[in-house]
């Protein structure tokens, strides 16, 4: 809308373009695309406005879909530490500032238009299996307060009449306990961990992880010995009730059990318990508390020897019941177990003294670890590795069965990551990449790590988006501290359409065959996609999608 002192200027988007608010719009227009039924499609729409500040910008949605159009602003969070200085070129900005991440719910205040900035309202369409095919229209207005139209917008969502597949990969994100971290929530919402408030939390926490994908949990049995200072300890978030009688012990899983079900009603499928042994060496155990003479105390940790008697006596005691409580619930399919995050070649003997420990009571479970040194599976010490994505050659080499892959921080040069200042595309691509390698599983160590590094203290994670300086914005956290739950991030969707990718690959798969859509995927490159060479365009990525869709459709 224009206007003798204003202009209101707006730009229908991809999901997989970010608006930074203090540089021009160079993306293209994005009008049409094409869904699945059961699959849950977003993109956005870019607005700028020319003149002074002007508040209470409604946003009206007009569309004909069975469930309503979710609408957020996606919001600015500020990054000091962008990227390692040794950084790659596919990055989309270096310098510090503020950077796109957040969806925050828009209230009956509405939205702001700032002065000659660029900012973005992002649109979730969940299509249902009852959307009738075809294209739908869906118009956005934006008006003013005083119900004004100020610009309107119209995109044209295709729906394919197939429905889109389970998701059959595996993929974890530590909660500390993306890993989910339960901790984090304890400390930053402060109550009392295993307080109502607490498994209320846990529980909203948990449907957001699953609702975007993320169908595994790590399971904190005992604290998880995971990013923490030698020396130092987190709050403690122990599922496993421990008495201690002499060198007896007796164990309580009704925490745990209330934590299964928890996550078993929002569609957690898989559960990861939590690492037996200190991180980066496996020297020592995590922390453990015990009931003592009526009074709780620390038993085990820092100034325990991995592989001690103490420790041992301990272990052999409490995995034989843990394994009979497993078979009791019927869950001999569900779970994983862990021995040391991220062992190298260094740690070697001491993670082989461990991991022979656990075997002799799970030797019928699978055991998996992060791990980069291929002389870890060579030698038999883990028969599950899980290879970061930029060391993954070997294993896929020498075709190691039922691979799964993970990145971190240390993953910034070639592949693909999650960083604020990484273009989407370079997020979303791994869902091809996982489809080409046949991965069956993916694992992330920060959902909700609001810690500086080695958890030595809380942050604020709308203010401190890098671990207080220490991982680069976008690794520690996918989700933000809501009043009411979580608060999404743009990068959570975009991953979680990496992971649709990968269901209607499969789909189409069951149809033309795996050839044959490596071919699709594939024919127009000078290079075959690998996790370091691989397109990093959005057109293409979305044309690829948009292939895939009609592929599909040749066959209804």
């Given amino acids: 809308m224009n206007g003798s002192d204003f202009i209101f200027e707006t730009r229908c988007l991809s999901s997989l373009e970010k608006v930074f608010a203090d540089e021009e719009l160079t993306h293209p227009s994005f009008t049409r695309a094409t869904s699945l039924q059961n699959e849950v499609f977003s993109y956005q729409v870019a607005y700028r406005y020319k003149g002074e500040p002007i508040k209470n910008i409604s946003v009206e949605v007009q569309a004909d879909f069975q469930s309503p159009v979710q609408v957020r602003m996606v919001g600015l969070v500020p990054s000091e530490y962008p990227s390692f200085h040794d950084h790659d070129d596919q990055v989309l900005r270096t310098a510090p500032g503020l950077y796109p991440d957040p969806l925050y719910p828009i209230g009956e205040e509405g939205i702001i238009g700032y002065p000659n900035q660029w900012r973005s309202v992002w649109f979730t369409v969940p299509i249902d299996k009852k959307d009738q095919p075809g294209v739908h229209e869906i118009a956005i207005v934006f008006k003013n307060e005083n119900g004004d139209k100020l610009a309107e917008e119209q995109f044209q969502l295709e729906v394919i009449p197939v429905e889109l597949p389970e998701q059959e990969l595996i993929h974890t994100e530590w909660f500390h306990t993306d890993w989910f971290h339960t901790d984090c929530l304890a400390v930053h919402y402060d109550v009392d961990v295993f307080s109502e408030a607490y498994w209320e939390l846990v529980d909203q926490y948990v449907k957001t992880a699953a609702d975007h994908g993320i169908n595994m949990i790590l399971t904190p049995l005992f604290t998880p010995p995971l990013d923490t200072e030698v020396g130092g300890e987190r709050p403690t978030v122990q599922?496993?009730?421990?008495?201690?009688?002499?060198?007896?012990?007796?164990?309580?899983?009704?925490?745990l059990t209330r934590w299964i079900e928890i996550c078993s009603k929002r569609g957690i499928q898989y559960f990861e318990f939590s690492h037996f042994f200190t991180q980066w060496g496996a020297y020592h155990a995590p922390k453990i508390v015990a009931v003592i003479d009526g009074q709780?105390?620390?038993?085990?940790?820092?100034?325990?020897?991995?592989?001690?008697?103490?420790?041992?006596?301990?272990?052999?005691?409490?995995?034989?019941?843990?394994?009979?409580?497993?078979?009791?619930?019927?869950?001999?399919?569900?779970?994983?177990?862990?021995?040391?995050?991220?062992?190298?070649?260094?740690?070697?003997?001491?993670?082989?003294?461990?991991?022979?420990?656990?075997?002799?009571?799970?030797?019928?479970?699978?055991?998996?670890?992060?791990?980069?040194?291929?002389?870890?599976?060579?030698?038999?010490?883990?028969?599950?590795?899980?290879?970061?994505?930029?060391?993954?050659?070997?294993?896929?080499?020498?075709?190691?069965?039922?691979?799964?892959?993970?990145?971190?921080?240390?993953?910034?040069?070639?592949?693909?990551?999650?960083?604020?200042?990484?273009?989407?595309?370079?997020?979303?691509?791994?869902?091809?990449?996982?489809?080409?390698?046949?991965?069956?599983?993916?694992?992330?160590?920060?959902?909700?790590?609001?810690?500086?590094?080695?958890?030595r203290k809380p942050v604020d994670p709308f203010k401190n988006t890098d671990a207080d300086i220490s991982f680069p914005s976008g690794d520690a956290f996918l989700v933000y501290p809501g009043e009411e739950g979580a608060i999404e991030s743009l990068r959570l969707e975009v991953f979680f359409d990496a992971l649709q990718d990968v269901r209607a690959l499969k789909l189409l798969e069951g149809l033309i065959g795996r050839d044959e859509v490596i071919a699709l995927l594939e024919n127009q490159l000078e290079h075959p996609i690998t996790f370091k060479q691989y397109p990093c365009h959005s057109e293409w990525l979305l044309s690829i999608r948009d292939q895939i869709n009609r592929k599909i459709a040749e066959f209804i």
């Avoid at 599922?239 to 164990?251: A, P, Q, R, S, W």
């Fill in 239 to 255: 599922l496993i009730g421990v008495e201690k009688h002499g060198d007896d012990y007796c164990f309580s899983f009704d925490k």
């Fill in 296 to 455: 709780e105390q620390s038993i085990f940790g820092w100034d325990t020897d991995a592989t001690g008697e103490d420790y041992k006596m301990f272990l052999s005691q409490f995995l034989p019941q843990f394994v009979k409580y497993i078979k009791n619930y019927h869950l001999e399919k569900q779970v994983y177990f862990h021995i040391s995050d991220e062992p190298n070649t260094e740690h070697l003997e001491s993670y082989m003294r461990a991991s022979a420990l656990i075997f002799t009571h799970l030797a019928e479970f699978p055991i998996i670890d992060a791990l980069s040194d291929y002389e870890f599976y060579k030698k038999g010490l883990v028969k599950q590795p899980i290879p970061a994505t930029d060391h993954i050659g070997p294993f896929l080499e020498t075709q190691v069965q039922n691979l799964w892959t993970y990145y971190c921080n240390a993953q910034y040069k070639e592949v693909s990551n999650r960083f604020f200042n990484f273009p989407s595309v370079r997020t979303r691509i791994l869902g091809l990449q996982l489809y080409k390698h046949d991965i069956k599983g993916f694992l992330h160590w920060g959902y909700n790590f609001w810690f500086s590094q080695y958890s």
